[in-house]
């Protein structure tokens, strides 16, 4: 019944790997043993994952990512849920934005637009074609194009009703 204690690496080694970057103060004394880990890396890795569902602009995920962001962070943001905002998302300008004040960050984008939310378009007008072209592209899609139909479809749509897309 020895304790062991494994105090993992000095500093980070994995982009994944959090909770490193300590090492181990033990203290023995005639009652025992004690560990206390201390911190000794310069970064750390954050994981974060959030409900795009949850958010009715970019500004406030960013808002969000900028509660965890700091010099020495090495940030993996997973973006997911049901886009029912229908806000378009561009993970490399989000990045870009917070590259002076983080060390590293990565932004994966697995959210998917809301089809229920499309409006009814007459299928006389260029975006009634687009949808049911679009609606039947997903039907027949398998796992990995779903996610490129459904940008297609909010990026389509976004632009044939003029609005701006970032």
Do not use: C
Request: no cysteine; glycine share 6%.
């Amino acid at each position: 019944k020895m304790p062991v204690w494994y105090s993992g690496s000095p500093e980070l080694v994995a982009l994944d790997q959090t909770g490193s970057g300590n090492i181990l103060m033990v203290d023995f004394t005639h009652e025992g043993v004690s560990v206390k880990p201390t911190r000794v890396g310069k970064q750390n890795s954050v994981m974060l994952s959030l409900d795009i569902s949850n958010f009715s602009a970019i500004e406030d995920m960013k808002k969000k990512i900028a509660e965890v962001s700091s010099p020495s962070a090495i940030i993996q943001v997973e973006i997911m849920g049901l886009n029912t905002n229908n806000l378009m998302i561009n993970t490399e300008q989000i990045e870009a934005d917070f590259e002076d004040s983080v060390f590293y960050i990565r932004i994966s984008d697995k959210s998917h637009i809301a089809i229920k939310d499309i409006p009814e378009y007459s299928d006389n007008l260029i975006q009634g074609k687009f949808v049911k072209i679009m609606q039947e592209k997903l039907k027949e899609a398998s796992e990995e194009e779903k996610k490129i139909y459904e940008e297609a479809l909010q990026t389509g749509l976004k632009e044939l009703e003029g609005k701006e897309i970032i």
